[in-house]
């Protein structure tokens, strides 16, 4: 146990994002013991006039759904630690108010302000968190430092281009310091992804074969079986690129491309991820598919004229040693036909080939970050019989088979404890932000202007055609069944 008590305040309380994410987390930390009943106090906060008990009953109605017989009493004890304050984003009042709440638990678990640690999450729009970090700075933080802390963790969309996001971290930088602003991209707290140090530096069968020698292209995909229902106001400003590309798909390619760190420190790894986007070419056009979805701006908060795409599929080449002329193909997609994340690696031909096995596809190992994650290795192999044939195979790893015991955590359910901890390596830094902007802000003016345009393509279909013309001149073979 650390010395002092912690507060966690959520603003933006009575949200989306906070009922479905936020606060289903913090729960289920609870739940697992991270966050002591002895030591935490959760403050919801938002301008909703609502009562302690009004904003425990959203929550419970939420979480009640998953929660078995055995964990009600959890829930409970969970939600006695909620308190809610109202008050607006920008007035002293609130946050004066919220100041004088925290204060008080403090006080009564006899926590020194000095060493009490306070984690303010904005489950907000981004248009609000220079405001609200005033409020937080000029009102609610700890005034000595004998080990307590003030943290903050942000949402994306940090900005909209470069400029925009250049901004934003310049006026939260003016608040506080890299070391307390928490930048969550979600992605980075997932499974498979924190996974992939491991699996590329951990494992002397990969390290020779990680280059542009071996591998022939490398696809980072997303895919959704849903449109952007209830989010298409949100969605219609941003589009598919700053959606998913630009964070959660960049993001995935930092760990796929980076070189090894010097050691685990979170500083040493967001070096050679910072190192990788800066050796990322520019976009050419010519590499780009965009599309969106027939009936997307049939939704009244989207714009007749909307030119926004809810697809893409983007060619990266990285100017390095190792990547040269491996193409990383980012694609993402709203109202396709499955739900589906993966980063597929596939390797080149075999030279010299004598089984002529070349028509059925390449060595493939396909990282399937969800659903339902796995590892699987295309193989070619003799086929089981009389005859000396090849057929293609897989070596598999689903990790629900292999895992039967484990409980995968929930991205944020990670990313709030190592906020908790201090531990800041799945979070994205200011410079790396930067450069990941960097790379796709000419490609979204040209969009935003008009410049290029998305190709119309049925809700349920694989998007389109299109984007697969662009994966084949891009060097992807299809690799066929086993
Ligand atoms: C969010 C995007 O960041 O990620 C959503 O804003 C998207 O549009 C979501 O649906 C996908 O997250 P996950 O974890 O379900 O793949």
């Known amino acids: 146990r650390e010395a002092g008590c912690l507060s966690i305040i959520v603003l933006g309380a009575s949200g989306d994002l906070a009922k479905k994410k936020t606060f289903p987390a913090l729960f289920h930390l609870f739940l697992q013991g991270f966050l002591q009943e002895e030591d935490v106090h959760i403050f919801g906060y938002a301008r909703t006039k609502l009562s302690d008990d009004d904003l425990r009953a959203r929550i419970r109605g939420y979480l009640q759904k998953g929660v078995s017989a055995e964990q009600e009493d959890v829930l409970s004890r969970f939600l006695q630690l909620i308190k809610y304050v109202s008050g607006s984003y920008d007035s002293a009042d609130g946050f004066q108010l919220l100041n004088k709440a925290i204060s008080e638990h403090e006080i009564s678990k006899n926590s ?61 930088g003016e608040l506080f310091t890299e070391e307390q602003l928490y930048r969550i991209d979600h992605y980075l707290g997932k499974e498979l992804v924190q996974n992939l140090l491991v699996l590329r530096f951990a494992n002397r069968l990969f390290l020779p074969l990680w280059n542009r020698d071996n591998i022939d292209n490398i696809q980072i995909v997303f895919r959704e079986d849903f449109g952007t229902e209830g989010r298409g106001g949100y969605f219609d400003e941003y589009g598919i690129i700053r959606d998913i590309i630009q964070n959660h798909l960049l ?105 002529k096995c070349k028509k059925q596809g390449r060595n493939e190992f396909v990282i399937r970050l969800q659903p339902l994650e796995a590892m699987y290795m295309k193989l070619t192999l003799k086929k089981p019989g009389l005859e000396m044939s090849t ?59 008009g410049e290029l345009k998305p190709i119309a393509y049925k809700p349920g279909s694989r998007g389109p055609e299109e984007a697969d013309e662009l994966l084949a001149r891009a060097g992807y073979v299809q690799t066929h069944g086993y």
């Not at 697809?311 to 990285?318: G, K």
């Not at 015991?405 to 390596?425: F, M, N, S």
Request: hydrophobic share 35%; with cysteine; charged share 25%.
């Open 112 to 172: 020194h302000p000095g060493i009490s640690r306070r984690l303010f999450y904005l489950a907000l729009p981004p248009s609000v968190y220079p405001s609200v970090c005033r409020m937080i700075r000029l009102y609610c933080t700890n005034t000595s430092d004998l080990g307590g802390w003030t943290r903050i963790v942000v949402e994306k969309p940090f900005g909209k281009d470069l400029n925009s996001a250049e901004d934003l971290s310049a006026q939260l």
């Open 251 to 355: 993001q995935v390619l930092c760990l796929v491309a980076m070189e090894k760190p010097v050691s685990l420190k979170p500083e040493h790894i967001r070096d050679e991820k910072v190192k990788v986007l800066q050796s990322v070419l520019p976009i050419k056009h010519e590499e780009v598919v965009l599309g969106q979805y027939e009936g997307y701006k049939d939704d009244q908060t989207v714009s007749d004229s909307s030119n926004t795409p809810t697809f893409a599929t983007v060619v990266l080449r990285i100017h390095n040693e190792r990547w040269e002329g491996v193409p990383f193909i980012l694609k993402a997609g709203k109202a396709l036909d499955n739900r589906k994340a993966e980063i597929r690696i596939q390797f080149k031909d075999v030279p010299g080939d004598i089984f």
């Open 391 to 449: 057929i293609q195979s897989e070596l598999d790893l689903s990790y629900g088979l292999r895992y039967q015991d484990v409980k995968i955590p929930e991205a944020y359910e990670r990313l709030i404890l190592d906020t908790i901890r201090g531990d800041q390596q799945h979070f994205v830094r200011r410079d790396e932000l930067k450069v990941a902007w960097q790379i796709f802000t000419p490609l979204l003016h040209s969009i935003d202007n």
